[in-house]
């Protein structure tokens, strides 16, 4: 699917792709932004070409990942709207029906779980670059950066929303405290990176 058809799809009157697909899209468009710079970087400086070349391999990695991502989001919603929708006129079908929508919902935090994850990598570069990367190319860091964050807030956004039915205590233990470190280091890293924008600038 080409961009137009996206945007598209976006905007019709479905429930997808929506939020969660668009945050990894904001991710994949991060890693695209802190590739170009470390490209760019390597070229400029030598001293650091090893580095930025590590960069780069590694962000490809993300970039692609995301990628698939924007369509696994759209994909495990639409198994949660296919759970409300199995039969319930027997207790038994209520059952099922039950540990299905139940199973969906779980299921369709892992994505977001893994936009979070992967963004974060990518905060943690962009800030290297926009200390260690070409100068003239900052300002292309500093959007990569607010994509990242984007695709984080909104990752955390979608976990929050599909936990809600979740009764699974466990479960629920587990992601919070994932999302809470996520939070806690978004916020740092974020906090440093503005730090440094606001100087350079």
Not at 103 to 111: G, I, M, S
Not at 160 to 171: E, R, S, T, W
Not at 175 to 197: C, D, P, Q, V
């Amino acid at each position: 699917m080409d961009l137009k058809q996206f945007l598209d799809k976006v905007a019709s009157d479905t429930p997808t792709p929506g939020g969660g697909s668009v945050s990894a899209l904001a991710g994949a468009l991060s890693a695209s932004l802190i590739m170009m710079v470390a490209g760019l970087s390597a070229k400029k400086d030598k001293k650091n070409q090893r580095e930025m070349e590590k960069i780069k391999k590694k962000t490809l990695a993300i970039q692609k990942r995301l990628l698939r991502a924007v369509d696994e989001d759209a994909q495990s919603f639409d198994q949660v709207i296919q759970a409300y929708r199995l039969p319930r006129e027997t207790e038994k079908e209520q059952h099922r029906r039950a540990r299905a929508i139940q199973k969906a919902y779980q299921k369709a935090t892992l994505t977001p779980q893994l936009v979070c994850q992967q963004s974060i990598q990518l905060l943690k570069d962009a800030k290297f670059l926009i200390l260690k990367g070409n100068p003239n190319a900052v300002s292309d860091t500093g959007v990569a950066a607010f994509l990242a964050d984007a695709a984080i807030a909104g990752g955390l956004l979608n976990i929050g929303i599909n936990l809600v039915p979740v009764k699974d205590q466990a479960f629920l233990k587990r992601t919070r405290l994932r999302m809470a470190g996520w939070a806690k280091e978004r916020n740092r890293l974020m906090g440093e990176i503005l730090k440094s924008l606001i100087k350079l600038g």
